[in-house]
C-alpha cells in the first residue's frame, strides 16, 4: 500500500516536472518567432552598442546617473559568443531565455500552492503578451523579474525552515535584481511588507503534513518564528549577506577594474529618485498602470479580487503576504511620476502568483471530501478559472509577435521605433554601394542623437564605425564638409535643419518615422543619390539583411587604452 502511494507520488511529481518542460517550451515557442522583425527600441540601441564595446574591447563602465544594471551587457555577450557574433537574434536572445525559464523559478514553491497553483501562475508568466513583449526586448526588466522570483521564493522557504540553503537562495535572488535595475529597492521594500503582515495578521496553521510546509511559517507562532528567523540562523544571514557584497562588487565593478562603480551604485539612488519625483520626460497619472493591467492581464486581473478576500477572510500567511506584495507594488509604482509601461511587469508578477495560489487552495477544497459537495463543484471550477483568460492573453501575444509590434495602439508598445524606420536603412546601405569607390565600410556619417537604433545595424553591415561621428549637439560646418550623410532628429534637429539649408553644394533630403511623433531627417550628397537611384533605388536595396561576416572592430578609444595602461 505505502510502495503504491510512493508510486502515484512520483507520477504527480514526473507529471508536474513535465507540465513546467511544457511551459518552457511555449514561451520559447512564443518569444522566438519572428525576433529580428521588429526594429530596435533606442533603448536596444544604446543597450547593444554598450554590450559591442564589451564584446570588443572587455570594457564596461557603470553609469549610475542614466543607465540600469551591468548584468545585461555581459549576459548579452555571451550569446553573441554562442550564437556566433552579434546580431539582432543575439541581442534579444538573453531576455528570450530569461523570460522563458521563468516557470522555473516557482517550483520551489510547491509546498506551499501545490503543483496545480505553480503551473497556473506559471502558464500565466509564459503567455501574458507584457512578459512576451519585453522578453523579446533587450532591456532589464525581465531580468529583475526573474531576480525577484528567486528572491520571493528563497524568503518563502526560509521562512517555513530557515537554512543556509533558502538563505542563500533569497540572497541570490535579491543580488540578482539590484544587479539589473535599481528599482529592485521598490522591491525588496515590498517583500518586506509582505513578511511583516502575514507575520502581524496571518493565522498559524498546521506544519508539515502531507504538503511538506503548508504554511508560510512551518506552523510556528509569531515569537517562534521570529526567533528562528533571526536569533536561532544568523549563519543564514551573514552567510546571504555576504553573497549578496560579492555579486554586488563583481558587476558594478567590472571585475575589479573599475571601483567607481561600486560607488555608483549607491549614487543611483539620487538622480532615479529625483527622475521619480519630477517624471523627467516620463510623467504619468496615477491610474497608469490600472490601465495598463487590464490589457496585460485581461480577465486575470478581476480573478484577483476573491483569491485577495479568500486570503484575508483565512487570514492565510503567504495569501496576505501576496496581497500585500501585489498591492505595495501597485501603489508604489502608480505613486511615481515617472513611469514607463514595462514597470507593470513588477505588478502582473504578484497578481499572477496570487491566482496561483487561488488555484491552489480551490484545488485543496474539491479534493476535500469534508467539504459540501455544491461548495467543492464551485471550488472545482474556480480552480480552472484562470484557464479562461489564457486564450485572450495568447491571441494579444500571438498579434504582438507577428505583427502588432509596432502599433501605437498598444499602451505598452512603448516609443517603439516603427518598421517605416528600415527604409532609412535600405538609402544609406544602398547609396554607400551605389558609390564606384565604395569598400564596403560605409558612408563618412554624422548622427545627431546617437540613441537611435542606426549605429548597431550599420555596423552589423561591416561599415567601419571610425567613419561616423555621433554627436550630442548640432554639427558644425567643417563636420558636414568631411560628411556624406547627415542624420538628425530630436531637439536638435532644427539647428541641424538651418545648417544644411545654408549648402552651397546641393543635398538630398528624406524624411523617415522613427517613433510615435518623431522623425528622423537624412541629407545625402546628391551626386551620391543620384548615382543610388540609377542603381535602382529601394527595390535594389533590400532589408532585411544577414549581418555581415566581416565586422570590424574598432580601434580602442583612449578611455579603454588608459584603463589597460592602469
Request: glycine share 10%; hydrophobic share 45%; aromatic share 14%.
Amino acid at each position: 500500500m505505502e510502495a503504491d502511494s510512493d508510486r502515484a507520488v512520483r507520477r504527480r511529481d514526473a507529471l508536474f516536472v513535465l507540465g513546467l518542460l511544457c511551459l518552457v517550451a511555449l514561451g520559447f515557442a512564443l518569444r522566438l518567432p519572428g525576433l529580428a522583425d521588429k526594429p530596435l527600441h533606442s533603448d536596444e540601441g544604446v543597450n547593444g552598442w554598450f554590450s559591442l564595446r564589451l564584446y570588443w574591447w572587455n570594457y564596461y563602465v557603470y553609469t549610475h546617473s542614466d543607465y540600469h544594471g551591468p548584468f545585461l551587457y555581459y549576459w548579452n555577450v555571451l550569446w553573441f559568443w554562442l550564437l556566433g557574433g552579434p546580431s539582432d537574434e543575439a541581442l534579444r536572445m538573453g531576455t528570450v531565455v530569461t523570460g522563458s525559464l521563468l516557470p522555473l523559478t516557482l517550483a520551489p514553491a510547491r509546498p506551499f500552492v501545490g503543483r496545480i497553483g505553480v503551473l497556473m501562475a506559471g502558464l500565466l508568466l509564459v503567455v501574458a503578451p507584457c512578459f512576451v513583449y519585453f522578453s523579446r526586448t533587450n532591456i532589464h526588466e525581465i531580468h529583475l523579474i526573474f531576480g525577484t522570483c528567486v528572491w520571493a521564493v528563497g524568503m518563502a522557504r526560509f521562512a517555513a525552515k530557515p537554512g543556509l540553503r533558502w538563505g542563500l537562495t533569497a540572497a541570490a535572488g535579491a543580488s540578482f535584481a539590484f544587479i539589473n535595475k535599481e528599482t529592485a529597492l521598490i522591491t525588496m521594500g515590498s517583500l518586506g511588507l509582505s513578511a511583516g503582515v502575514a507575520w502581524l495578521f496571518g493565522r498559524q496553521e498546521a506544519g508539515d503534513q502531507r504538503n511538506d510546509e503548508p504554511d508560510l511559517f512551518g506552523g510556528r507562532d509569531r515569537h517562534q518564528a521570529l526567533t528562528d528567523w533571526t536569533v536561532n540562523n544568523w549563519v543564514p544571514w551573514a552567510a546571504g549577506a555576504g553573497l549578496f557584497a560579492v555579486v554586488i562588487l563583481l558587476f558594478f565593478s567590472s571585475f575589479f577594474t573599475h571601483w567607481g562603480g561600486v560607488g555608483g551604485f549607491f549614487a543611483a539612488y539620487g538622480p532615479w529618485a529625483e527622475y521619480g519625483v519630477s517624471g523627467r520626460n516620463q510623467g504619468k497619472g496615477f491610474g497608469y498602470f490600472f490601465e495598463l493591467m487590464q490589457l496585460t492581464e485581461g480577465l486575470a486581473l478581476p480573478l484577483t479580487v476573491p483569491a485577495a478576500l479568500w486570503a484575508i477572510w483565512r487570514r492565510h500567511r503567504l495569501g496576505l503576504a501576496l496581497v500585500t506584495w501585489l498591492v505595495s507594488t501597485f501603489l508604489v509604482y502608480s505613486a511615481i511620476t515617472y513611469k514607463t509601461p514595462w514597470c507593470v511587469l513588477n505588478i502582473d508578477l504578484p497578481a499572477f502568483l496570487l491566482l496561483g495560489w487561488g488555484a491552489g487552495q480551490a484545488w485543496q477544497a474539491a479534493r476535500d471530501f469534508g467539504v459540501h459537495p455544491v461548495a467543492r463543484v464551485l471550488a472545482a471550477l474556480l480552480v480552472f478559472s484562470p484557464l479562461l483568460v489564457v486564450p485572450g492573453l495568447l491571441r494579444q501575444s500571438l498579434t504582438d509577435t507577428r505583427d502588432g509590434y509596432d502599433d501605437k495602439k498598444t499602451p505598452y508598445v512603448y516609443v517603439q521605433t516603427v518598421r517605416g524606420y528600415y527604409p532609412l536603412l535600405q538609402d544609406a546601405l544602398g547609396v554607400a554601394e551605389a558609390r564606384p569607390e565604395d569598400d564596403g565600410r560605409g558612408l563618412r556619417t554624422l548622427s545627431v542623437d546617437a540613441k537611435n537604433p542606426y549605429r548597431w545595424y550599420v555596423i552589423l553591415q561591416g561599415w567601419d564605425h571610425d567613419r561616423a561621428d555621433y554627436l550630442k549637439q548640432p554639427p558644425k560646418q567643417k563636420q558636414v564638409d568631411a560628411a556624406d550623410l547627415v542624420i538628425a532628429t530630436g531637439k536638435d534637429l532644427s539647428e541641424t535643419q538651418k545648417l544644411m539649408d545654408q549648402q552651397t553644394e546641393p543635398w538630398h533630403t528624406e524624411t523617415y518615422p522613427l517613433r510615435p511623433g518623431y522623425r528622423v531627417t537624412a541629407w545625402y550628397r546628391q551626386r551620391l543619390w543620384d548615382d543610388y537611384q540609377a542603381a535602382g533605388g529601394r527595390e535594389v536595396s533590400v532589408w532585411p539583411r544577414l549581418p555581415s561576416r566581416d565586422i570590424l572592430v574598432p580601434e580602442a578609444p583612449k578611455e579603454v587604452l588608459d584603463r589597460r595602461a592602469r
